[in-house]
């Protein structure tokens, strides 16, 4: 089973950049479907942005222009990179695997990192 480790989260002001990662225990070029969630106080995990293995992403409207997913295969890693960034990004951030098992589709957890975005 592939353990998700997510890294890079942090303070940053408003209309600043940050970047987070996922580190996979594992290859990830068998996991088709990799994606981004959050969860802010109070509130229920959202989808933030999926990419698959031929690179096709997609992205919530919240972040649309403003955030890019991507995976580097060799170095089993998903990234999200987050441009002008609004207090209402501030979330936990959570990686997502879609792990195909001989039982069906596994998901996978990373713990997440938090993001903080002050006004």
């Known amino acids: 089973q592939v353990q998700l480790v997510e890294s890079g989260g942090g303070l940053v002001q408003a209309g600043g950049s940050l970047r987070v990662s996922c580190a996979a225990s594992?290859?990830?070029?068998?996991?088709?479907?990799m994606a981004w969630y959050r969860q802010a106080p109070g509130l229920q995990r959202e989808w933030v942005a999926t990419i698959a293995t031929g690179g096709r992403t997609n992205y919530a409207d919240s972040v649309k222009g403003r955030f890019t997913i991507s995976r580097d295969n060799a170095k089993n890693t998903l990234y999200l990179q987050m441009n002008s960034l609004k207090p209402e990004d501030t979330a936990v951030y959570y990686c997502n695997a879609q792990v195909v098992a001989s039982s069906g589709v596994i998901p996978v957890w990373g713990q997440g990192t938090q993001v903080t975005v002050s006004s």
């Open positions: 594992r290859t990830i070029f068998s996991i088709n479907v």
